[in-house]
């Protein structure tokens, strides 16, 4: 249900052969855009620099604290849209904020894929643009011990498509960490249901560097991570994966 591209330069990227392979709960997978080398040292300065400390509740959060760094939970059943099961932290990190995690590069570079592959110009929304659109920069953590997102689709980042002829959402996901015996999680990641009703893995053979890439009306999620270990809410361990997907500002969603 997978397919690969593998480049070398984003503007090489045939956007309409990805966006094709993504229907019917498919996802498409690019490789070569990001050195693994350099994402994997990204990560460990992610796990050095992201202090638990810093962390705010899943509720509560004003839609202006997120336009500056900021961190937070997303746990329970409350959302500002949907009730919708999850366990997660996520960090804000927008490109017009100090680049505290040496993010920024990355961030830049998904940006453009994401444009590239719904046929806008490639610096769309590095700022904020036309007064209210702008790309939400994060990392998303599911810890050790069962970090996971239910089953769902995206509703609120419809706006990725202004000025695009592309008919549908496309999101994107930076692998920054593997799954498998042996490597940063064992169990559990993301997953996207296919026409038939099955539960697709997306992310059992990537590496680090690799973005998937899924129709946002998909119906997707994250499986439980590494539910047989004890909880750690440090990002010693738990995946982490980045994402660049347009919102508007003041969009009280982005705080559920």
């Known amino acids: 249900m997978s ?14 052969d990805i966006v094709a392979s993504t229907s019917e709960g498919a996802y498409h997978i690019i490789r070569g855009l990001f050195d693994p080398e350099e994402i994997r040292r990204s990560l460990h300065d992610v796990r050095e620099r992201v202090l638990v400390e810093n962390d705010a509740p899943s509720s509560g959060t ?6 500056d760094n900021f961190q937070k939970w ?7 849209k949907d009730t919708l099961g999850r366990f997660f932290r996520i960090v804000y990190n927008l490109l017009w ?58 509703h609120v980042a419809e706006a990725n498509l202004v000025g695009s002829e592309q008919s549908r959402f496309i999101q994107l996901v930076l692998i920054m960490n593997e799954v498998g015996p042996g490597k940063d999680y064992e169990a559990g990641g993301a ?8 539960k697709i893995a997306t992310e059992q053979n990537t590496a680090p560097g690799d973005v998937v890439i899924y129709d946002g009306r998909s119906v997707h999620g994250v499986d439980d991570v590494d ?4 909880l750690d809410i440090t990002l010693k361990t738990g995946r982490i994966a980045a ?10 969603s982005l705080c559920a």
Not at 191 to 198: E, L, M, P
């Open 3 to 16: 397919a690969m591209t593998v480049a070398s330069d984003v503007r090489s990227i045939n956007s309409d």
């Open 62 to 67: 004003r839609p202006d604290q997120i336009m």
């Open 74 to 80: 997303s746990i329970g059943m409350k959302s500002a």
């Open 97 to 154: 904020c100090d680049d505290i995690y040496g993010m920024h590069r990355h961030f830049r570079k998904l940006i453009e894929i994401r444009n590239q592959l719904s046929g806008m110009p490639l610096d769309f929304a590095k700022q904020m643009e036309n007064g209210n659109l702008y790309s939400a920069c994060r990392m998303q953590h599911y810890p050790q011990g069962g970090g996971f997102m239910q089953a769902h689709q995206d």
């Open 191 to 198: 997953f996207v249901i296919d026409k038939a009703g099955r």
């Open 227 to 230: 539910p047989h270990k004890l």
């Open 243 to 252: 994402f660049t997907t347009i919102y508007k500002k003041w969009d009280s």
